[in-house]
């Protein structure tokens, strides 16, 4: 049985290129989260969905990041353009209706 | 918003003896309370979980306790073995009907298990 899968697993770029990381959730589940790990800021949540549809992105750092969950098995966080303070390793997340979260292996994101 | 504290940042402990990590909440909507191990370049793992109609919850070497007045929750590990040395987080979110909201993490606990 798959579990979250993310794309891609690494990702370098250039400062001002835009980023596209991908998620696939695990089949049924109807939520899904976004979150960033820094050693500076920890496990962060940048935006979550239920049933599709973006219920917080509060967490969201800036209009350069944007997020889209057009259909139950497939959502996209998008940078544009991208900073070398985005570095860090983004997870993929999905819950069932109980609530327990499961995580992707995560994307490194290196800007440089 | 939801504010989680974890302590200690690094508890060492020799294997076989037992580890307790301590956190605290500030939201007392939150009811849902997770455990998860993150080895080093892993994803967080999920070991274990309560919920705020529980005191206490048990899987063979780990227990989870809950005070819900005091807003604050533990993990206990028994009989620690090396492969117990790792980062663990707590987190806090609500879980309703629908579904869930996200989760707040604590900033770790690096466990080091001493042969």
């Known amino acids: 049985d798959a579990g979250v899968i993310q794309s891609p697993r690494h990702e370098v770029t250039e400062m001002g290129q835009e980023v596209t990381l991908r998620c696939k959730p695990i089949s049924g589940h109807n939520s899904l989260f976004w979150y960033r790990q820094t050693m500076m800021r920890g496990l962060e949540l940048l935006i979550y969905f239920n049933n599709n549809v973006p219920i917080d992105d509060s967490g969201m750092p800036e209009d350069r990041f944007s997020a889209k969950m057009p259909n139950a098995s497939f959502s996209t966080l998008k940078i544009q353009p991208s900073e070398p303070r985005d570095s860090a390793v983004y997870f993929c997340?999905?819950?069932?209706?109980?609530?327990?979260?499961?995580f992707g292996p995560g994307t490194r994101l290196t800007v440089l | 918003g939801e504010n989680v504290e974890q302590h200690p940042s690094t508890l060492s402990v020799q294997e076989g003896d037992s580890a307790v990590i301590k956190c605290t909440y500030s939201?007392?909507?939150?009811?849902?309370f997770p455990w998860y191990k993150q080895e080093l370049g892993k994803r967080p793992q999920l070991i274990i979980d309560i919920r705020s109609n529980v005191g206490e919850k048990k899987d063979q070497r780990i227990a989870v306790t809950l005070n819900k007045t005091a807003k604050h929750f533990s993990l206990h590990i028994t009989e620690t073995q090396p492969e117990d040395s790792a980062v663990y987080f707590c987190a806090a979110s609500q879980v309703f009907g629908g579904g869930a909201d996200g989760l707040t993490f604590g900033k770790g606990t690096h466990l080091i298990i001493q042969p």
């Open positions: 939201d007392s909507a939150s009811n849902y």
């Open positions: 997340a999905s819950s069932p209706l109980t609530g327990e979260q499961f």
